[in-house]
């Protein structure tokens, strides 16, 4: 904690399975009570909360999350609210301050440390990966995959999208989350799509053979 200013209350969301990274977008679909009264609340000041994974086996929140800002609201019928909002600075729970009706927390903001190196072939080695995989999905599938033509180049940024987007590994999502070093983050992304790359590739190599035997 390096100054009062990096430390304030925040109205907590805790979700299950799910890890919202900065600058990445989270659509909801607001229908409890005790939220829709948060959203209302949040709504007449700055429009932020925090947004931390559950965790079903210790049944508690993770302690390390991210903020996240409504930047869009459509009000339905009996009070419920459909929001988007937009990931922003990450924080770590130092206390809880509120339990009911529903969770407010005193939170400290977290970045990732000054890299040591130059991480941009880091950055790019991964983006290439990245590439490598959606073709060879695409060559399993049969079906092409249209990669958004923003995906970051700025190797924090991309160490975030590139979480943010695997799928059914929330667990490990949150150990990226919680990392507060990007080369650190980048190499363990590059391990996973290293792996994922490779079972691609057999499973390509399988595919070819068993239609060359057919044929």
């Given at each position: 904690m390096t100054s009062s200013i990096a430390v304030r209350e925040l109205p907590l969301f805790p979700l299950p399975d799910l890890v919202l990274f900065p600058g990445r977008p989270l659509p909801l679909h607001i229908f409890e009570f005790r939220y829709r009264m948060m959203m209302n609340t949040i709504l007449e000041s700055d429009r932020r909360f925090g947004v931390l994974m559950?965790?079903?086996?210790?049944?508690?929140?993770?302690?390390?999350?991210?903020?996240?800002?409504?930047?869009?609201?459509?009000?339905?019928?009996?009070?419920?609210?459909?929001?988007?909002?937009?990931?922003?600075?990450?924080?770590?729970v130092l206390e809880y301050t509120r339990e009911k009706?529903?969770?407010?927390?005193?939170?400290?903001?977290?970045?990732?440390?000054?890299?040591?190196?130059?991480?941009?072939?880091?950055?790019?080695?991964?983006?290439?990966?990245?590439?490598?995989v959606v073709r060879l999905t695409e060559k399993l599938s049969g079906q092409e995959i249209d990669l958004p033509e923003d995906i970051p180049e700025l190797p924090t940024e991309l160490s975030y999208w590139?979480?943010?987007?695997?799928?059914?590994?929330?667990?490990?999502?949150?150990?990226?989350?919680?990392?507060?070093?990007?080369?650190?983050?980048?190499?363990?992304?590059?391990?996973?799509?290293?792996?994922?790359?490779?079972?691609?590739?057999?499973r390509t190599v399988l595919k070819d053979t068993l239609k060359d035997v057919a044929e």
């Open positions: 559950w965790d079903p086996v210790k049944g508690q929140p993770a302690p390390v999350g991210c903020c996240a800002e409504i930047v869009q609201f459509q009000r339905l019928q009996d009070d419920r609210m459909k929001i988007l909002t937009l990931g922003q600075q990450r924080f770590r009706p529903y969770r407010v927390g005193l939170v400290e903001w977290i970045e990732d440390h000054p890299p040591a190196i130059d991480l941009r072939p880091l950055a790019k080695e991964v983006n290439q990966l990245l590439h490598d590139i979480a943010s987007n695997l799928h059914n590994v929330p667990d490990e999502q949150q150990a990226l989350l919680e990392l507060q070093d990007t080369e650190a983050r980048l190499e363990r992304e590059s391990e996973i799509l290293t792996s994922t790359r490779n079972h691609l590739a057999a």
